[in-house]
């Protein structure tokens, strides 16, 4: 995964005019998909666009090689993915992380004060359970997130045997439910 | 007794394995379903903790944001060596590296170079500072002769080496005493001159006297000593 995300230094790059158009077709079909990786990571919306942005300046400076619309969701989530992971660090350096929790955007939103409470202690124990699985079981789950838990289409995000990603699905959430009891 | 049995299965049960031996345990045990229920439900939350952290869409202005960012990256200036930057950092570091292996380095004798530092550990401890002085030389037969005097060699740059002196066996010690202050730099040359000077009598110039050689004396051989050194020759 590290492989494919380069840091340095950009050269200039400019797609021709059927390259900008098909470009800007994977913006419009892949950016909630690159928002909501960076997002289910940094767990903070404006680290998540902004990861998320960084990933499809990237991706247009590559785009010639990744015109292949699998290819290019894989390959977006991938360096979104790792681009995520080095914000995190580089805030964890800075001890300025925001732990920001969307109990607000639960699907069942909670009632009473109690409820609210139980339900941000809940969010806060399952965001650091995910961060203590191990990454290939975490990039797993997350996309499962995503993606609605189809395991085919995670499996071609992450190039990986549908059984494999069955396997590390269930490996994850039974590690989770372990550390939430 | 046997609900015990089956708990470290409860979690796989109700993440979707298949148990049929459980399965039927279920029916009759209404405190396992309870726990199944339980374990089912926490699943939920999680899933649905899951879903909402990565719920969300962009901002509408995502697009915006991303062609702006890339039209910035294209009209940044961009120095035409950027590209080679690592290139010439990497060669850099190989001219400094280089540089001061020549620098620390310049005396080493090629067999030294070789040298393994199990090699170097294994070479004898180093003799003491009157075993250095070594003849240059190879020894006159007379005791008192000059002799070649190699003071131990500082790290030092060919500029910057040390004169080999003549010092007379008899003096050797004496200089070595005189020598070893000023080497560690515990005493300074001239103020030792200086010392030296006052404390005997001042320091006269060298006089050369030409040597007093006499005549051979030569005296005509007699008839007697003619016939004797004729004798002797047979």
Same mark, same amino acid.
């Given at each position: 995964m590290d492989a494919l995300v380069g840091t340095y230094p950009e050269a200039v790059v400019i797609l021709d005019s059927s390259l900008e158009r098909e470009f800007e077709e994977r913006l419009a079909d892949s950016s909630a998909l690159a928002f909501r990786v960076a997002l289910g990571v940094l767990r903070n919306r404006d680290d998540a666009e902004d990861v998320a942005q960084e990933a499809f300046l990237r991706a247009y400076q590559s785009f010639s090689r990744l015109r292949d619309r699998d290819r290019f969701r894989a390959w977006l989530v991938r360096i979104t993915w790792r681009l995520a992971l080095d914000r995190i660090r580089a805030a964890r350096r800075r001890e300025a992380? /925001? &732990? #920001? *929790?969307? *109990? $607000? /955007?639960?699907?069942s939103p909670p009632r009473t004060v109690e409820d609210v409470r139980a339900a941000r202690e809940f969010e806060l124990r399952l965001a650091r359970a995910l961060d203590e699985l191990p990454e290939k079981l975490r990039v797993v789950v997350l996309l499962g997130a995503i993606e609605g838990r189809d395991t085919r289409e995670v499996g071609r995000l992450l190039d990986l045997p549908e059984g494999t990603v069955k396997s590390r699905l269930f490996h994850a959430r039974k590690k989770l439910a372990e550390k939430l009891q | 007794m046997s609900c015990e049995r089956f708990k470290t299965r409860l979690t796989d049960f109700a993440l979707g394995a298949e148990d049929a031996e459980f399965g039927a345990h279920l029916d009759a045990c209404a405190s396992c379903r309870a726990e199944l229920d339980a374990q089912r439900s926490l699943l939920a939350s999680i899933d649905r903790g899951l879903a909402s952290m990565v719920a969300g869409e962009p901002a509408g202005d995502f697009a915006a944001h991303v062609r702006r960012r890339i039209a910035e990256n294209a009209s940044a200036p961009h120095p035409w060596f950027a590209g080679w930057l690592p290139v010439t950092v990497a060669a850099l570091a190989l001219i400094v590296l280089v540089s001061f292996w020549m620098i620390r380095r310049p005396d080493a004798p090629p067999e030294r170079a070789k040298e393994t530092p199990s090699a170097q550990t294994a070479r004898p401890p180093r003799e003491p500072q009157? #075993? $250095? *002085? &070594?003849? #240059?030389v190879p020894a006159p037969s007379n005791a008192g002769g000059p002799r070649t005097i190699r003071p131990p060699r500082p790290p030092q740059s060919a500029a910057n080496r040390e004169p080999e002196v003549l010092v007379p066996r008899s003096e050797m010690e004496a200089f070595l005493r005189f020598y070893q202050p000023v080497r560690d730099g515990q005493a300074d040359a001239s103020s030792l001159m200086a010392r030296a000077t006052l404390a005997s009598e001042p320091i006269r110039p060298l006089t050369t006297t030409a040597l007093e050689i006499s005549l051979l004396e030569i005296e005509p051989l007699t008839e007697e000593g003619r016939q004797k050194g004729s004798s002797e020759r047979r």
């Open positions: 992380r /925001e &732990t #920001a *929790v969307m *109990v $607000q /955007e639960m699907n | 009157s #075993a $250095q *002085v &070594t003849p #240059a």
